[in-house]
């Protein structure tokens, strides 16, 4: 069986190495690297650590069992480790011992304890370590309390070791507690070590290159990748609610187009671009059609301390997203399959028939007109006696089905030694969206995506360190041939009664009176369809240059990666017929409409584009007694070709950081980003973004009472400030150069054709603005770290404060008579951004239970300071002072109520109301009625008009200024449940942004719906209720004041869901190797599953503004899954 095991290991490991296109090296243990020191007078805690950051050693120990500050002097070059731990031990009642990279320390047995233990009986004791998940530990120790003999367990966790009966054995792991167990005459015995919950994420991403957690000044946030997996294609989805400092909102669940947009502390800019930088392994590149299995971290760098050396592209914050790589282990396969079922959260409803057209006859008879349709007719439509002729369509619930599905495959490989070190993977993922489908062509939305990575680490020399990285995506997505946008707008534009989908016998229908017809559009117009290919690739050399100074190496990377588009569209018309009623014999009459046109010739189309990175650096990292002092400096530059452009996008940047540190006390960082960009002039080209935080370590303080640290284990406060910067201000590229445009010229009397002479000429369009340059934000953060109870709790809280300035707009208070025919552009505007964010986890174990807490919340309120705009006559009318996305319109008091009016009634009934004086108009609307909306008379002159009343920030904005998240783990014996809770605040809609798709009979009645909401709930003669949600239903002659962008349709977008739920179940591990698997699970998991609060009701609020829900509506997923790891 040995033999056999044997072959298929090796096996796997030819596989891995075929696939990564690397056979020249094999694990391996690689040969002990001399070791250089001189220093005087340290401690030996100190020389442990110039070791480890000058090689690759690791020391394990026990500080009961050495003198960590004890002072010694070493003067070794080039020495083997043994003769430096000789030294450095020599004459003391420490000794150690090596196993590869590990060096063990340990007190020494007295001399005549070993001769007794020597002449005790050995027996031999076999066991197995594993984790708290059951999972095997390769590599952990095995030690003999008090002496040098131990062992290493194998690839499968397995020991054997010969002792006495009364020893003592210990037993270590790199981030698990230590464990020390008697043997007392037991030759079994299996150990559980658990995880170290405060060795937990020591190492922490920033900007090129990692810093210790504990020595980290800037406002940063980082979420495992394991914590982002998620039912759905774009990884964008997962990420609302997960990190402080970060606000999300989803506008659409359509396949391929439903990526959500985020901010990192809010919006600054109302011209120029507000997404942060995202970089995935250094490297600017789109995020979404990542794999999440492939992502190791996913980092928010937040303040200037951060972002500075970024430069003019820092000042919207940075993501880096880092993906896994290889690790010294025995080669692990791991498998991950889901399939997943997608409901729509909250379609909008719309009237059937009869409610529709008794509305219409009600808004006539508001208006004073003849009802459209009589009693007898309209009872047609209410018993759909003919849906033929009298039919009720809900074109919504018609053409989209209630439920679709998705699929996802991802196969992992991950191992190496200490030579080489490999990650490879492999993803499929499929969705389809929720149109009807043509049973002869797809015109459905969805797409299908594959992932291939391959990230390479290989030690060519002990000091010599190679990386390479590829990956790609091929992507396939389908849609109808009009755009969904398009098509979802139609749906809601056609009233439902006046022809069917589809005839009863089949035929296709459609009205000259209705400019489309849905399904005809959806499923008989054709269908459009896109390939999408990304490849990246990476090299990265490093060299330990330990040679000139320790601590000092260099690094340098290039990267290409390339992008293409393919799209192509397929059209058709088809034939179709209106019904205008029925032969003797019941057979339908028919006028043909429209004639059929067959698929034609398919319209193509491509995009794409190269980018290419290059990058070097030179990096310093070294410690002095009580001193820590980094830095680096780095050059890069970038080229971005667009397939039609012929001019390429390019940047450069020189960058520096210097960090230092005494005695893990006093922190210090400076960094700064010098960056060209050829978007501005000669001149303006280049701009200086220096940062500097600061950090103190409270509880590392010698009056810091020791016995204070098992409860608040770490106190760290923080400060930066900065100047970070954008360089993507908005307007066309090269807006600082003139523009000239073709002109019809003068006229030069009439010509011989009898019409006008003109002569053309150019004339001069947009005005020379050389000084035009990046827009600047000075951020100020201020933060706290606190470690509770052993690490068991941690709680970050940062209030930052950010002034954007040089904004970029377009001269509003200079005259036309100055002679420009556009307004000048220039670097004018001014925002303001503040808030407070914060995230806390919690950690316990409890037998067999692991419970963890986790939360975390962002406010953030921006402010316009100043905006070039004409002195308003009331404050209220200024942009100046208000915020981004904010709602701007008239202020509803209520609705006119009868006791506003002075009441005629004449001889037949009929009723003339004459407001009352001293009751406030509008002008839109100068004789209002009853169930009508009142205004706020703002400036007090009695009359309401949209000149003068209407408010420019009335409402929270549209862009949440709160958003949170809070979830729960619990993991008992192999079970597994999470919950995880995710919301927003302070944030409001408009139902009546496109009155089109809203308000009924905006448009002529055959180019109109109603929503069922307007049924149920608006004010009549019989309900003159002030609580419903429309108005008096009434729009003469189209200027109803009703419709007025007003408060009445404003609604607060708040809400509160259940945003993602899973059980798992990991089956025994002794179960799994049954079948050769190291790990089995299975798992539910549910994605948006609930709205629990939210006051829009009538359709997801995260859509937003657009059409009142008339979008691809956001969908809850549930999948079952199964992850198997061998």
Request: hydrophobic share 35%.
């Amino acid at each position: 069986m040995k033999q056999i095991k044997f072959k298929f290991r090796r096996k796997k490991i030819q596989v891995i190495l075929m696939i990564c296109c690397l056979q020249l090296f094999t694990p391996g243990r690689s040969i002990a690297q001399p070791i250089t020191i001189h220093q005087a007078d340290k401690s030996v805690r100190e020389i442990i650590r110039i070791i480890e950051k000058t090689s690759d050693m690791v020391f394990f120990y026990n500080n009961d069992d050495i003198d960590l500050n004890r002072k010694v002097s070493l003067n070794v070059n080039d020495q083997p480790i043994e003769k430096v731990l000789d030294l450095l031990f020599g004459n003391t009642q420490t000794t150690y011992r090596i196993d590869g990279r590990q060096v063990y320390i340990m007190k020494k047995q007295a001399k005549e304890e070993r001769v007794v233990q020597q002449q005790k009986k050995a027996i031999t004791v076999k066991g197995k370590v594993t984790d708290e998940k059951g999972e095997s530990l390769p590599g952990a120790t095995v030690i003999i309390v008090g002496s040098t003999k131990g062992v290493i367990t194998d690839v499968d966790g397995v020991y054997s070791i010969e002792v006495s009966p009364t020893d003592e054995l210990e037993f270590t792991y790199i981030g698990m507690e230590p464990q020390k167990v008697k043997v007392n005459n037991d030759t079994t015995l299996n150990i559980i070590l658990k995880e170290k919950v405060d060795e937990l994420e020591e190492i922490t991403v920033v900007g090129f290159g990692r810093q210790k957690k504990e020595s980290v000044v800037a406002a940063i946030t980082t979420v495992k990748g394991e914590e982002l997996r998620v039912p759905t294609r774009s990884l964008s989805t997962s990420l609302a609610g997960q990190f402080s400092g970060l606000i999300s909102v989803q506008r659409s669940g359509e396949p391929g187009y439903d990526n959500a947009e985020f901010w990192i502390r809010g919006v600054s800019s109302f011209a120029g671009g507000t997404n942060p930088l995202v970089l995935v392994d250094g490297v600017p590149r789109e995020m979404n059609d990542i794999e999440p299995d492939e992502i190791e971290t996913f980092t928010l760098l937040k303040d200037a301390s951060a972002t500075s050396i970024y430069g003019s592209e820092g000042a919207n914050g940075v993501v880096l997203i880092t993906s896994k790589r290889g690790r010294e282990q025995k080669p692990s396969i791991s498998y991950r399959g889901e399939v997943g079922v997608l409901t729509p959260i909250r379609i909008p409803r719309f009237a059937n028939s009869y409610d529709f057209l008794t509305l219409y006859n009600e808004r006539l008879t508001n208006d004073g007109d003849a009802k459209y349709i009589d009693d007898v007719e309209l009872e047609k439509y209410r018993t759909g006696e003919d849906p033929d002729l009298y039919p009720s369509v809900d074109w919504w619930g018609t053409l989209m089905a209630k439920h679709t599905s998705n699929t996802r495959h991802t196969l992992n490989f991950r191992g190496g030694g200490e030579r080489m070190r490999y990650f490879v993977s492999g993803a499929y993922f499929a969705e389809s969206g929720l149109f009807k489908q043509n049973n002869e062509y797809n015109n459905n939305a969805g797409l299908k995506r594959y992932n291939l990575r391959s990230n390479i680490d290989i030690n060519v020399t002990p000091t010599t360190f190679l990386r390479v990285d590829l990956s790609g995506q091929y992507l396939t997505t389908n849609y109808p041939s009009s755009s969904t946008s398009g098509l979802l707008s139609n749906f809601v534009q056609v009233p439902p009664h006046v022809i069917p989908a589809v005839y009863s016998d089949g035929t296709l229908s459609r009205s000259s009176d209705t400019w489309v017809q849905p399904y005809n559009e959806l499923m008989e117009s054709g269908y459009r369809k896109e390939w999408r290919t990304g490849l990246q690739s990476k090299v990265e050399l490093e060299q330990k240059l330990d040679f000139v100074t320790p601590g000092l190496k260099v690094k340098g990377a290039v990267s290409y990666d390339s992008n293409s588009i393919y799209y192509m569209t397929r059209s058709k018309t088809p034939a179709a017929y209106y019904a205008e009623g029925r032969l003797p014999n019941g057979n339908l009459i028919f006028n043909q409409i429209t004639n059929e046109t067959p698929f034609g010739t398919p319209t193509t189309s491509n995009s794409g584009n190269k980018n290419i990175y290059i990058e070097g650096s030179l990096n310093y990292d070294r410690a002095f007694d009580k001193h820590a002092v980094t830095g680096m400096l780095l050059y890069y530059q970038k080229d971005r070709q667009l397939h039609n452009n012929a001019l390429a996008f390019r940047k450069q940047a020189w960058i520096g950081r210097a960090t230092y540190a005494f005695d893990n006390r006093y922190l210090l960082e400076g960094s700064f980003g010098i960056t060209g960009s050829e978007q501005f002039a000669k001149g303006y080209r280049y701009g200086i973004f220096p940062a500097v935080g600061l950090g103190w370590n409270i509880t590392n303080e010698p009056f810091f009472p020791e016995n204070w640290l098992n409860t608040l284990s770490s106190l760290k406060l923080r400060a930066s400030v900065g100047k970070t910067g954008n360089d993507n201000t908005g307007g066309d590229r090269f807006l600082y150069k003139p523009s000239f445009n073709d002109d019809s010229g003068y006229s030069w009397g009439i010509g011989s054709t009898g019409t006008l002479n003109n002569v053309g000429g150019i004339i001069e369009g947009r005005f020379e603005s050389p000084s035009l340059s990046w827009e600047i934000e000075m951020k100020r953060n201020y933060g706290i770290d606190l470690m509770l109870f052993n690490g068991k709790a941690d709680l970050q809280v940062d209030y930052f404060d950010n002034l954007r300035t040089n904004i970029l707009m377009q001269r509003k208070t200079i005259s036309g008579a100055a002679g420009f025919r556009q307004a000048p552009w220039q670097n004018f505007g001014k925002v303001s951004n503040k808030g407070v964010d914060a995230a806390f986890n919690v950690h316990q174990i409890i037998g067999d239970w692991r419970l963890s807490l986790k939360g975390n919340f962002t406010f953030a309120r921006n402010k316009i300071l100043e905006y070039d705009e004409i002195p308003q006559s009331y404050p209220w009318m200024a942009v100046t002072g208000t915020r981004l996305f904010g709602l701007k319109g008239l202020a509803v008091d209520r609705l006119y109520r009868e006791d506003d009016f002075n009441i005629l009634v004449d001889a037949n009934g009929n009723k003339t109301y004459t407001l009352r004086e001293g009751v406030v108009h509008s002008e839109m609307l100068p004789n209002p009625m009853p169930g009508d909306i009142l205004y706020v008379d703002q400036n007090g002159d009695g009359v309401v008009d949209t000149n003068y009343d209407a408010v420019q920030d009335y409402v929270h904005p549209t862009v949440p200024e709160i958003m949170y998240g809070f979830g729960i783990n619990a993991t008992y014996k192999g079970i597994y449940v999470s919950l995880f809770f995710q919301g927003a605040g302070n944030t409001s809609l408009n139902l009546n942004n496109q009155p089109h798709l809203f308000q009924p009979f905006s448009e002529a009645i055959y180019n109109s719906s109603v929503r069922q909401e307007i049924i149920e709930s608006r004010w009549t003669e019989a309900n003159p209720s002030q609580d419903v949600f429309f108005p008096r239903i009434s729009f003469k002659n189209k200027t109803n004041t009703n419709s007025t962008l007003n408060s009445w349709f404003f609604r607060d977008a708040s809400y509160l869901r259940l945003k993602t739920v899973e059980l798992g179940y990991t089956i025994p591990e002794k179960m799994a190797a049954k079948v050769l698997m190291k790990q089995a699970r299975i798992y539910v998991m549910g994605q948006n599953v609930a709205l629990l609060y939210d006051k829009v009701k009538m359709f997801d609020p995260e859509l937003g503004n657009s059409g009142a829900g008339a979008r691809y509506p956001l969908t809850a997923t549930w999948s079952a899954g199964l992850e198997l790891t061998f």
